[in-house]
């Protein structure tokens, strides 16, 4: 049985059709379901129009006092469910309720622990989004993958507010969201293998209007930094920075040493001081930042997710991708470096400016690219490119016991 939660505040416009299109979507499937509606004090009526279809529908409510939040909706929901598999969904239509039947369809099969409905895979997408909502859902979802690099590394659309997985997955972890993206949490503490994405259009909004404010963007921040605290991922990220800061540091000395003492010209110091900044960094990062760095890759059973860097992933293959992550960064610092040289600002404050401008698009652009490269690239399994997975494997350095 899947156990579909759906949260709700004033959605008395649009309740009822939602809950007869899923409940047509997975009757049509031959999955057996249950749907929990958890409203947060509705004063239109949505409760009241929901029980009226428990005669027809294996529909309930769960009735809370006052606006306590979508994430934890979900997980009171889901703390009534009776399915073996937990599902969430939007009550005002922009989740199409027919794709519940795909998620349904992988989930009983091996290949996921955990379903994610996504709009940035091929056949995703959004009905009418204008420019300006396009730019912050593609900034919210590049943040979280900047803040939380190893959890979303694999996930398109860390963002959405519709997945399914195997309950199995969530025992022993306590959920403990703050805001209203619970899909961050689970990815961050479940215990799963692995997760696939499928494609849906998110849809124009029945009725009503957009619950999201300045309070749930804080909330979404807060969240944040809560989940790098909870799985380690703050802790790498104090590492990286001090690994940074040597390899500044390692940069401008060079550039001096090898420009004034040695008398290289700028067009050959420049670049040699950024390259030999970056193995350091690299080093560095190999010993010391990443030494634990989750496994990349599918697992075949918990023991073998957590630990130490993949050993059968060799140190030259980081390098590789390390390099190709580090390119315009360095490309960057070597251009600003040189255009300032050339207009007569001196060398070792021309390499400053080099190292903030390379810096801040590391720090601000390619963090996700940098980070992935400690974790040796997963294989997707071929058997399910009909559904275009993407694998994503966790370590139990992630888990909230």
């Known amino acids: 049985m899947i156990s579909v939660v759906i949260p709700t505040y ?222 380690g991922q703050f802790a790498a990220w104090v590492r990286y920075l001090i690994v940074g800061l040597s390899g500044a540091t390692i940069d401008l000395v060079l550039v001096y040493a090898l420009a004034e003492h040695l008398g290289w010209p700028a067009l050959v110091s420049v670049p040699v001081a950024i390259e030999l900044a970056l193995l350091s960094n690299f080093l560095w990062n190999q010993l010391f930042t990443f030494h634990r760095a989750p496994v990349g890759g599918q697992a075949p059973s918990p023991p073998a997710v957590g630990g130490h860097l993949d050993r059968r992933d060799s140190v030259f293959s980081r390098l590789l991708r390390y390099e190709r992550a580090c390119t315009l960064g360095a490309l960057l610092n070597a251009l600003v470096t040189l255009a300032a040289a050339a207009s007569g600002v001196r060398l070792l404050l021309a390499a400053g400016a080099g190292v903030v401008a390379g810096s801040v698009w590391n720090f601000g652009f390619n963090i996700p690219n940098i980070w992935r490269a400690w974790r040796k690239p997963a294989t997707p399994d071929p058997g399910e490119s009909a559904v275009e997975p993407l694998v994503s494997t966790q370590d139990d350095s992630k888990l909230s016991r």
């Not at 649009?14 to 499937?29: F, G, K, N, S």
């Not at 294996?58 to 006092?65: I, S, W």
């Not at 590049?142 to 190893?150: E, G, I, N, Q, R």
């Not at 999201?212 to 804080?218: K, M």
Request: aromatic share 6%; glycine share 8%.
């Open 10 to 231: 004033n959605e008395a416009a649009v309740i009822q059709e939602t809950l007869r299109r899923a409940a047509r979507a997975l009757e049509q499937c031959g999955e057996t379901f249950e749907l929990i509606v958890v409203d947060d004090n509705s004063n239109d009526g949505t409760p009241e129009l929901v029980e009226a279809l428990a005669p027809e529908l294996p529909v309930r409510v769960l009735r809370r006092p006052g606006r306590l939040g979508l994430a934890t909706a979900v997980v009171d929901g889901w703390k009534l469910a009776h399915g073996d598999l937990l599902a969430v969904m939007d009550a005002d239509l922009q989740h199409p309720p027919e794709v519940l039947a795909e998620m349904a369809r992988v989930l009983r099969s091996p290949a996921a622990d955990i379903v994610v409905a996504s709009r940035y895979r091929a056949g995703g997408g959004t009905s009418d989004w204008s420019w300006t909502r396009r730019l912050m859902s593609k900034s919210a979802t590049h943040m979280a993958a900047t803040v939380l690099p190893w959890t979303l590394d694999n996930v398109t659309d860390p963002m959405s507010g519709m997945f399914a997985l195997r309950g199995s997955t969530l025992n022993g972890v306590k959920l403990d969201p703050t805001g209203y993206k619970i899909l961050l949490e689970v990815l961050a503490k479940a215990r799963y293998h692995s997760m696939v994405e499928v494609p849906y259009v998110f849809d124009r909004r029945g009725a009503g209007s957009s619950k999201l404010g300045g309070r749930q963007s804080f909330e979404y921040l807060l969240h944040l930094i809560r989940l790098a605290w909870a799985t």
